[in-house]
């Protein structure tokens, strides 16, 4: 089908092509006939017309070569770019044409094309990040949740265990609620520029509640929690904000060994609140450690086996939406430690 396409190009452009040959040979030819019939022309000698017949024959072979000279020049590139659409047609947005070209006209075709497919993977690479996000920011909420239903298993629970347990879970299935809600505005924030609500809360008291709903988690690994925790009245996002700490701590306890330790503490700053979350896991080169925001990056190291680091990136685009800072200090087999910084006065940012 493409050959025959492409074939079918090739016949009407040699057609239309030497068809205007013709018609221009034909004038030229019925005014050397007029020429020589009427003598306008005196010849000294005859043969005469053998130069005009010689010129006749010239011009048909240089407008052969020419046809194919330009049939390549316009029917090759539009052959690459046919070839090249049927391969974003198929969901190859990788596919970039090359605009070095000699005709002004192919060269701004070929940079629109390209444009075009950089276009679509950008929103294919959206779509897929949209999707990520949210298979990888649902597994912490519904692992917490099986936990607690192993817990509510146990016939020697007390009445007020059963009921802490019951509301935890439910907490947990709010939080899947939101968490759908709050990606998509994540989304319409970073492309179409949409402000966040932002109200007053306790940010001691929201980091508790992290520690408390991941309570399983660190409980199975015998963790140690050295929490320093002053109250801290805040004003910002409040659910956007749950997810930074929870993306935080479930790292922090994923990555620790059994009876180590983890710190959280909270201080107080005049611009602003300072939170520092260590573990003594088993950390991450330099390497790792400059690009462990970025989203889709993926290593060879353990730290990545376990995660594709979109949590961390969605922490990052939380905390610089507060037009924060978060930063990470760490050394492979030694822990990690995180620094997130949060100004005060968003009211007037």
Do not use: C
Request: charge should be neutral; aromatic fraction near 10%; charged fraction near 20%.
């Amino acid at each position: 089908m493409r050959k025959k396409l492409f074939s079918q190009l090739w016949i009407y452009f040699v057609a239309i092509t030497f068809l205007m040959m013709v018609i221009v040979l034909s004038v030229f030819v019925g005014l050397l006939f007029m020429i020589n019939h009427f003598q306008l022309l005196a010849p000294e000698r005859e043969g005469h017309l053998f130069p005009f017949y010689f010129i006749i024959f010239l011009s048909l072979v240089i407008g052969a070569a020419l046809l194919v000279f330009v049939g390549k020049r316009i029917l090759q590139p539009i052959g690459d770019l046919r070839q090249a659409m049927s391969k974003v047609a198929k969901g190859d947005f990788a596919i970039q044409l090359k605009e070095q070209q000699q005709m002004e006209d192919v060269k701004e075709l070929y940079h629109d094309f390209n444009v075009m497919v950089k276009e679509l993977s950008s929103i294919e690479t959206l779509r897929n990040d949209f999707v990520s996000t949210v298979s990888h920011e649902f597994k912490t909420p519904i692992a917490t949740i099986k936990g607690y239903v192993q817990l509510l298993q146990n016939e020697a629970l007390s009445p007020e265990e059963r009921q802490i347990y019951l509301e935890r879970m439910l907490d947990g299935t709010q939080q899947l609620t939101h968490l759908t809600d709050n990606i998509l505005k994540l989304s319409k924030l970073e492309n179409q520029g949409l402000g966040l609500d932002f109200q007053p809360f306790r940010l001691d008291e929201q980091i508790r509640e992290v520690i408390l709903f991941l309570q399983p988690k660190w409980e199975q690994l015998n963790l140690t929690l050295d929490l320093d925790l002053p109250r801290t009245d805040y004003y910002g996002n409040e659910e956007f904000l749950y997810q930074v700490w929870l993306n935080l701590m479930d790292n922090a306890i994923k990555y620790s060994p059994k009876n180590s330790n983890i710190y959280v503490h909270l201080k107080n700053e005049e611009t602003g609140q300072v939170l520092t979350i260590s573990d003594e896991g088993i950390g991450m080169t330099k390497e790792v450690a400059d690009r462990i925001f970025d989203k889709f990056y993926q290593s060879d190291t353990s730290r990545k086996t376990k995660g594709n680091g979109l949590g961390l990136a969605l922490a990052k685009q939380i905390v610089e939406l507060h037009h924060g800072t978060i930063k990470v200090n760490s050394s492979l087999n030694k822990g990690s430690n995180f620094k997130i910084f949060l100004p005060n006065n968003l009211k007037t940012s």
